[in-house]
Protein backbone atom coordinates (compact mmCIF):
# COMPACT_ATOMS: atom_id res chain seq x y z
CA UNK A 1 0.00 0.00 0.00
CA UNK A 2 1.36 3.77 -1.06
CA UNK A 3 0.71 6.21 1.61
CA UNK A 4 1.72 9.84 -0.04
CA UNK A 5 2.84 12.13 2.57
CA UNK A 6 0.14 14.63 1.67
CA UNK A 7 -2.62 13.79 -1.56
CA UNK A 8 -4.83 17.23 -2.51
CA UNK A 9 -6.74 15.09 -5.15
CA UNK A 10 -9.44 13.89 -2.77
CA UNK A 11 -10.17 17.72 -1.50
CA UNK A 12 -10.50 18.70 -4.71
CA UNK A 13 -12.92 16.17 -6.09
CA UNK A 14 -14.94 16.99 -3.28
CA UNK A 15 -14.71 21.29 -4.70
CA UNK A 16 -14.31 20.81 -8.09
CA UNK A 17 -17.26 21.86 -9.82
CA UNK A 18 -17.32 25.22 -7.41
CA UNK A 19 -13.43 25.64 -8.00
CA UNK A 20 -13.55 25.50 -11.35
CA UNK A 21 -16.80 27.78 -12.12
CA UNK A 22 -14.55 30.09 -9.40
CA UNK A 23 -11.33 29.84 -11.62
CA UNK A 24 -13.36 30.70 -14.80
CA UNK A 25 -15.44 33.44 -13.05
CA UNK A 26 -12.26 35.83 -12.39
CA UNK A 27 -10.80 34.41 -15.88
CA UNK A 28 -13.87 36.14 -17.40
CA UNK A 29 -13.62 38.79 -14.84
CA UNK A 30 -10.17 40.02 -16.56
CA UNK A 31 -9.50 41.37 -13.14
CA UNK A 32 -6.16 39.31 -12.27
CA UNK A 33 -4.58 41.12 -9.43
CA UNK A 34 -6.57 42.65 -6.18
CA UNK A 35 -10.05 43.68 -6.66
CA UNK A 36 -13.01 42.19 -5.13
CA UNK A 37 -12.38 38.92 -4.88
CA UNK A 38 -9.29 39.78 -2.89
CA UNK A 39 -11.42 42.20 -0.57
CA UNK A 40 -14.02 39.54 0.79
CA UNK A 41 -11.03 36.75 1.59
CA UNK A 42 -9.54 39.42 3.24
CA UNK A 43 -13.07 40.27 5.28
CA UNK A 44 -13.50 36.53 5.10
CA UNK A 45 -10.18 35.45 6.87
CA UNK A 46 -10.06 39.01 9.78
CA UNK A 47 -13.42 37.75 10.61
CA UNK A 48 -12.75 33.72 11.13
CA UNK A 49 -9.72 34.88 13.46
CA UNK A 50 -11.56 37.63 15.03
CA UNK A 51 -9.81 40.91 14.29
CA UNK A 52 -10.84 43.81 12.23
CA UNK A 53 -8.00 44.05 9.15
CA UNK A 54 -6.71 41.75 6.88
CA UNK A 55 -4.34 42.06 4.14
CA UNK A 56 -3.98 39.53 1.17
CA UNK A 57 -0.19 39.42 0.30
CA UNK A 58 1.89 37.00 -2.48
CA UNK A 59 3.32 34.70 0.19
CA UNK A 60 3.11 33.26 4.09
CA UNK A 61 7.03 34.69 3.07
CA UNK A 62 6.08 37.79 2.22
CA UNK A 63 3.61 38.54 4.99
CA UNK A 64 6.19 37.86 7.33
CA UNK A 65 8.66 40.11 5.20
CA UNK A 66 5.75 43.05 5.07
CA UNK A 67 5.51 43.00 8.56
CA UNK A 68 8.98 43.32 9.39
CA UNK A 69 8.72 46.37 6.64
CA UNK A 70 5.88 47.69 8.75
CA UNK A 71 8.14 47.63 12.37
CA UNK A 72 10.72 49.83 10.62
CA UNK A 73 13.02 47.31 11.71
CA UNK A 74 16.89 48.68 11.30
CA UNK A 75 20.18 47.32 10.36
CA UNK A 76 21.94 46.21 13.72
CA UNK A 77 18.55 46.13 15.82
CA UNK A 78 17.89 42.78 16.52
CA UNK A 79 14.35 40.57 16.64
CA UNK A 80 14.12 37.95 19.43
CA UNK A 81 12.51 34.80 17.54
CA UNK A 82 12.68 30.77 17.77
CA UNK A 83 15.20 28.69 16.18
CA UNK A 84 12.76 25.88 15.68
CA UNK A 85 11.25 27.13 12.05
CA UNK A 86 10.76 27.17 8.41
CA UNK A 87 13.43 29.40 6.84
CA UNK A 88 11.17 32.33 6.16
CA UNK A 89 10.33 33.03 9.76
CA UNK A 90 14.01 34.10 9.98
CA UNK A 91 14.32 35.26 6.43
CA UNK A 92 12.30 38.55 6.77
CA UNK A 93 14.44 39.89 9.86
CA UNK A 94 17.67 39.07 7.69
CA UNK A 95 16.16 41.05 5.11
CA UNK A 96 15.82 43.77 7.03
CA UNK A 97 19.20 43.82 8.01
CA UNK A 98 18.17 43.16 11.39
CA UNK A 99 19.62 40.04 13.60
CA UNK A 100 17.61 37.14 14.73
CA UNK A 101 18.66 36.35 18.58
CA UNK A 102 17.19 33.02 19.47
CA UNK A 103 15.35 31.64 22.60
CA UNK A 104 15.52 28.07 22.76
CA UNK A 105 12.27 25.90 22.35
CA UNK A 106 10.13 23.91 24.70
CA UNK A 107 10.75 20.48 24.20
CA UNK A 108 7.13 19.14 24.33
CA UNK A 109 5.94 21.57 22.17
CA UNK A 110 8.61 22.86 20.52
CA UNK A 111 7.42 26.27 20.59
CA UNK A 112 9.56 29.38 21.64
CA UNK A 113 9.95 29.00 25.86
CA UNK A 114 9.01 31.91 27.18
CA UNK A 115 11.65 31.04 30.36
CA UNK A 116 14.07 31.05 27.64
CA UNK A 117 13.00 34.51 26.41
CA UNK A 118 12.66 36.02 29.94
CA UNK A 119 16.51 35.14 30.51
CA UNK A 120 17.79 36.85 27.03
CA UNK A 121 15.50 39.54 27.29
CA UNK A 122 16.64 40.03 31.06
CA UNK A 123 20.30 40.04 29.39
CA UNK A 124 19.54 42.30 26.56
CA UNK A 125 20.32 45.66 28.87
CA UNK A 126 21.61 47.44 25.54
CA UNK A 127 18.00 47.05 24.69
CA UNK A 128 19.12 46.15 21.04
CA UNK A 129 16.29 43.82 20.81
CA UNK A 130 13.10 45.62 19.13
CA UNK A 131 10.51 43.16 18.28
CA UNK A 132 9.25 39.56 18.66
CA UNK A 133 8.45 36.98 16.36
CA UNK A 134 6.48 33.90 17.53
CA UNK A 135 6.06 30.15 15.42
CA UNK A 136 2.80 28.44 16.06
CA UNK A 137 4.65 25.18 15.15
CA UNK A 138 3.00 22.19 13.56
CA UNK A 139 -0.64 23.95 14.10
CA UNK A 140 -0.16 24.52 17.96
CA UNK A 141 -0.13 27.80 19.35
CA UNK A 142 2.99 29.20 21.48
CA UNK A 143 2.30 29.93 24.85
CA UNK A 144 1.18 33.43 24.43
CA UNK A 145 -0.14 34.63 27.74
CA UNK A 146 2.88 34.93 29.08
CA UNK A 147 4.73 35.66 25.96
CA UNK A 148 2.41 39.03 25.29
CA UNK A 149 2.92 39.72 28.94
CA UNK A 150 6.83 39.92 28.92
CA UNK A 151 6.88 41.61 25.26
CA UNK A 152 5.03 44.11 26.74
CA UNK A 153 7.15 44.41 29.82
CA UNK A 154 9.90 45.63 27.35
CA UNK A 155 7.37 47.51 25.13
CA UNK A 156 7.60 45.31 21.94
CA UNK A 157 5.55 44.43 19.20
CA UNK A 158 5.13 40.63 18.90
CA UNK A 159 4.79 39.35 15.07
CA UNK A 160 2.94 35.98 15.15
CA UNK A 161 4.66 33.25 12.41
CA UNK A 162 0.98 31.61 12.19
CA UNK A 163 1.87 30.09 8.73
CA UNK A 164 0.99 26.36 9.98
CA UNK A 165 -1.61 27.68 12.64
CA UNK A 166 -4.91 29.07 10.89
CA UNK A 167 -7.71 28.59 12.99
CA UNK A 168 -5.92 27.61 15.93
CA UNK A 169 -6.87 28.52 19.54
CA UNK A 170 -4.47 28.95 22.45
CA UNK A 171 -7.06 29.29 25.45
CA UNK A 172 -7.84 31.93 28.15
CA UNK A 173 -5.75 34.28 26.77
CA UNK A 174 -4.75 36.97 29.15
CA UNK A 175 -6.84 35.21 31.68
CA UNK A 176 -10.43 36.57 29.63
CA UNK A 177 -11.50 32.82 29.78
CA UNK A 178 -12.08 32.89 25.80
CA UNK A 179 -9.96 30.90 23.18
CA UNK A 180 -7.66 33.90 20.76
CA UNK A 181 -7.14 32.53 17.69
CA UNK A 182 -3.81 31.94 16.37
CA UNK A 183 -2.38 35.45 14.76
CA UNK A 184 -5.15 37.47 16.86
CA UNK A 185 -2.77 37.87 19.60
CA UNK A 186 0.34 40.16 18.89
CA UNK A 187 -0.09 42.95 16.71
CA UNK A 188 0.45 41.08 14.03
CA UNK A 189 -0.37 37.70 12.30
CA UNK A 190 1.22 36.14 9.21
CA UNK A 191 -0.48 33.24 7.43
CA UNK A 192 0.63 31.20 3.95
CA UNK A 193 -1.73 29.61 1.64
CA UNK A 194 0.74 27.93 0.49
CA UNK A 195 -1.19 24.35 -1.34
CA UNK A 196 -0.13 21.77 1.99
CA UNK A 197 -1.10 24.58 4.37
CA UNK A 198 -4.75 23.82 6.12
CA UNK A 199 -5.97 26.29 4.02
CA UNK A 200 -4.17 25.95 0.69
CA UNK A 201 -4.34 27.81 -2.46
CA UNK A 202 -3.65 26.75 -6.36
CA UNK A 203 -0.74 28.51 -5.73
CA UNK A 204 1.29 31.11 -3.75
CA UNK A 205 -0.45 33.70 -1.38
CA UNK A 206 -0.53 34.86 2.31
CA UNK A 207 -2.11 37.07 4.48
CA UNK A 208 -1.38 39.76 7.39
CA UNK A 209 -4.01 40.07 9.87
CA UNK A 210 -4.02 42.79 12.70
CA UNK A 211 -6.45 44.60 15.01
CA UNK A 212 -4.59 47.77 14.46
CA UNK A 213 -5.94 50.06 12.13
CA UNK A 214 -2.71 51.84 11.60
CA UNK A 215 -0.72 49.12 11.11
CA UNK A 216 -2.65 47.42 8.44
CA UNK A 217 -2.83 50.84 6.55
CA UNK A 218 0.69 50.70 6.84
CA UNK A 219 0.86 46.98 5.39
CA UNK A 220 -1.82 48.41 2.44
CA UNK A 221 0.74 50.66 1.46
CA UNK A 222 3.55 48.22 1.46
CA UNK A 223 1.85 46.00 -0.05
CA UNK A 224 1.92 47.96 -3.29
CA UNK A 225 5.11 49.91 -3.74
CA UNK A 226 4.14 52.72 -0.61
CA UNK A 227 2.07 54.23 -3.67
CA UNK A 228 -1.16 56.32 -2.21
CA UNK A 229 -2.33 57.21 -4.83
CA UNK A 230 -0.92 55.54 -7.18
CA UNK A 231 2.73 56.61 -8.80
CA UNK A 232 3.29 59.18 -5.46
CA UNK A 233 5.51 56.99 -3.13
CA UNK A 234 5.56 57.55 0.64
CA UNK A 235 7.75 54.95 1.43
CA UNK A 236 9.37 51.99 0.16
CA UNK A 237 7.57 48.82 -0.32
CA UNK A 238 7.58 46.14 -2.61
CA UNK A 239 5.22 44.08 -4.81
CA UNK A 240 3.27 41.56 -2.26
CA UNK A 241 0.09 41.64 -3.80
CA UNK A 242 -2.19 38.78 -4.42
CA UNK A 243 -4.32 37.11 -7.46
CA UNK A 244 -8.12 37.01 -7.23
CA UNK A 245 -7.57 33.22 -8.35
CA UNK A 246 -6.03 32.36 -5.31
CA UNK A 247 -8.68 34.29 -3.58
CA UNK A 248 -11.66 32.79 -5.16
CA UNK A 249 -10.16 29.53 -4.43
CA UNK A 250 -9.37 30.46 -0.87
CA UNK A 251 -13.28 31.50 -0.50
CA UNK A 252 -14.90 27.81 -1.08
CA UNK A 253 -12.44 26.32 1.22
CA UNK A 254 -12.46 28.54 4.05
CA UNK A 255 -16.06 27.13 4.81
CA UNK A 256 -14.67 23.80 5.02
CA UNK A 257 -11.74 24.49 7.28
CA UNK A 258 -13.27 23.71 10.29
CA UNK A 259 -14.54 20.45 9.06
CA UNK A 260 -10.93 18.89 7.64
CA UNK A 261 -9.19 20.72 11.15
CA UNK A 262 -11.48 17.80 12.44
CA UNK A 263 -10.54 15.24 10.22
CA UNK A 264 -6.58 15.97 11.10
CA UNK A 265 -7.29 15.76 14.84
CA UNK A 266 -9.76 12.55 14.85
CA UNK A 267 -6.62 11.27 12.32
CA UNK A 268 -4.06 12.33 15.30
CA UNK A 269 -5.93 10.35 17.91
CA UNK A 270 -5.81 8.00 15.90
CA UNK A 271 -2.09 7.61 15.30
CA UNK A 272 -2.08 8.19 19.16
CA UNK A 273 -4.13 4.98 19.96
CA UNK A 274 -2.37 2.66 17.57
CA UNK A 275 1.00 3.87 18.75
CA UNK A 276 0.09 2.97 22.18
CA UNK A 277 -0.96 -0.80 20.97
CA UNK A 278 2.61 -1.27 19.42
CA UNK A 279 4.63 -0.59 22.68
CA UNK A 280 6.75 1.87 20.85
CA UNK A 281 6.04 4.16 23.12
CA UNK A 282 6.76 2.02 26.50
CA UNK A 283 10.00 1.87 24.92
CA UNK A 284 10.83 5.37 24.48
CA UNK A 285 11.70 4.52 20.31
CA UNK A 286 8.09 6.82 19.36
CA UNK A 287 7.12 9.83 21.22
CA UNK A 288 4.35 10.77 19.86
CA UNK A 289 3.44 14.96 20.05
CA UNK A 290 2.13 15.87 22.66
CA UNK A 291 -1.48 17.99 22.93
CA UNK A 292 -0.70 21.12 24.92
CA UNK A 293 -3.74 22.54 25.74
CA UNK A 294 -6.84 21.11 27.31
CA UNK A 295 -10.26 22.22 26.69
CA UNK A 296 -12.89 22.81 24.15
CA UNK A 297 -11.85 24.76 20.19
CA UNK A 298 -9.30 23.81 17.73
CA UNK A 299 -6.26 23.71 20.46
CA UNK A 300 -4.07 21.85 17.60
CA UNK A 301 -4.89 21.75 14.17
CA UNK A 302 -2.60 19.47 13.48
CA UNK A 303 -1.11 21.02 10.06
CA UNK A 304 1.99 18.63 11.07
CA UNK A 305 1.45 15.16 13.41
CA UNK A 306 5.39 15.19 14.06
CA UNK A 307 6.73 12.26 16.04
CA UNK A 308 9.68 11.99 18.09
CA UNK A 309 11.78 8.83 17.09
CA UNK A 310 15.11 6.69 17.55
CA UNK A 311 16.98 6.32 14.63
CA UNK A 312 15.28 8.76 12.52
CA UNK A 313 17.42 9.45 9.18
CA UNK A 314 17.30 4.92 9.41
CA UNK A 315 13.08 5.02 9.72
CA UNK A 316 12.92 7.62 7.11
CA UNK A 317 14.76 6.05 4.39
CA UNK A 318 12.78 2.74 5.45
CA UNK A 319 9.47 4.29 4.91
CA UNK A 320 10.70 5.37 1.91
CA UNK A 321 11.39 2.42 0.60
CA UNK A 322 8.21 0.39 1.65
CA UNK A 323 6.36 4.09 -0.22
CA UNK A 324 5.24 5.84 2.86
CA UNK A 325 5.88 9.77 2.70
CA UNK A 326 7.20 11.03 5.36
CA UNK A 327 8.79 15.11 6.30
CA UNK A 328 11.46 16.57 8.24
CA UNK A 329 10.51 19.43 10.16
CA UNK A 330 13.18 20.48 10.10
CA UNK A 331 16.62 19.22 9.91
CA UNK A 332 19.04 21.94 10.50
CA UNK A 333 17.79 24.80 12.73
CA UNK A 334 18.10 28.63 11.96
CA UNK A 335 20.46 28.93 14.41
CA UNK A 336 22.38 26.88 12.49
CA UNK A 337 21.51 28.00 8.74
CA UNK A 338 25.09 28.33 6.48
CA UNK A 339 23.77 31.81 5.54
CA UNK A 340 24.02 33.30 8.80
CA UNK A 341 27.71 33.45 8.18
CA UNK A 342 29.37 35.22 10.68
CA UNK A 343 26.36 37.03 12.00
CA UNK A 344 26.58 37.21 15.55
CA UNK A 345 23.34 35.25 16.61
CA UNK A 346 22.97 34.05 20.07
CA UNK A 347 22.76 30.26 19.34
CA UNK A 348 22.18 28.08 22.53
CA UNK A 349 19.69 26.13 21.78
CA UNK A 350 20.37 22.59 22.98
CA UNK A 351 16.40 21.66 22.78
CA UNK A 352 16.27 22.80 18.92
CA UNK A 353 19.73 20.84 18.34
CA UNK A 354 17.59 17.64 19.44
CA UNK A 355 14.76 17.93 17.96
CA UNK A 356 15.97 18.71 14.68
CA UNK A 357 18.06 15.32 15.19
CA UNK A 358 14.65 13.37 16.21
CA UNK A 359 11.34 14.99 14.36
CA UNK A 360 9.71 13.21 11.17
CA UNK A 361 6.46 14.28 9.82
CA UNK A 362 4.01 11.34 9.43
CA UNK A 363 0.55 12.34 6.56
CA UNK A 364 -2.23 13.21 8.21
CA UNK A 365 -4.11 14.94 5.75
CA UNK A 366 -7.85 14.67 6.47
CA UNK A 367 -8.92 12.16 3.96
CA UNK A 368 -6.02 9.54 5.41
CA UNK A 369 -8.03 6.24 5.79
CA UNK A 370 -7.70 4.05 9.12
CA UNK A 371 -6.31 1.42 7.10
CA UNK A 372 -3.63 3.79 5.54
CA UNK A 373 -2.66 5.06 9.09
CA UNK A 374 -2.35 1.80 10.43
CA UNK A 375 -0.23 0.53 7.37
CA UNK A 376 2.32 3.83 8.69
CA UNK A 377 2.02 2.44 12.25
CA UNK A 378 2.56 -1.18 10.87
CA UNK A 379 5.25 -0.64 8.95
CA UNK A 380 7.34 1.82 11.86
CA UNK A 381 6.86 -1.39 14.44
CA UNK A 382 8.23 -3.54 11.65
CA UNK A 383 11.11 -1.06 11.33
CA UNK A 384 11.76 -1.41 15.20
CA UNK A 385 11.11 -4.98 15.33
C1 LIG B 1 4.95 27.79 5.07
C2 LIG B 1 5.59 28.63 6.11
C3 LIG B 1 6.02 29.94 5.84
C4 LIG B 1 6.10 30.53 4.47
O1 LIG B 1 4.98 30.53 3.70
P1 LIG B 1 5.07 30.58 2.10
O2 LIG B 1 3.66 30.88 1.72
O3 LIG B 1 5.54 29.26 1.64
O4 LIG B 1 5.99 31.68 1.74
C5 LIG B 1 6.51 30.69 6.90
N1 LIG B 1 6.61 30.19 8.13
C6 LIG B 1 6.22 28.92 8.42
C7 LIG B 1 6.32 28.45 9.83
C8 LIG B 1 5.71 28.11 7.42
O5 LIG B 1 5.35 26.84 7.71
Not at 68 to 84: C, Y
Not at 218 to 245: C, E, S, T, W
Not at 252 to 265: M, Q, S, V
Not at 329 to 353: F, I, K, N, S, T
Request: with cysteine.
Amino acid sequence: MQVPFLDLKPQLASLEPEMTDGVLRVLRSTCYVGGPEVEALENEIAEYCGVGYGIGVSSGTDALLVSMMGLNLKPGEQVLTTPFSFFATMGGILRMGATPVFADIDPESFNIDPEAMKKILKADTGRKIKAVVVVHLYGQCADMTPIVNLAAQYGLPVIEDAAQAIGAEYPNFGGSGKNAKAGAMGLAGCFSFFPSKNLGGIGDSGMVVTADEEFAEKLRLLRNHGAQPKYYHKMVGGNFRIDPIQAVALRIKLPHLNDWHRGRTANAATYTRMFAETGLLEAGLVKTPKHVYQGEGNLHIYNQFVVRVKRRDELVEFLHANDIGCEIYYPVPLHRQECLGGLAVRADCPQADKAAKEVTALPIYAELTDEMQQHVVDTIAKFYS
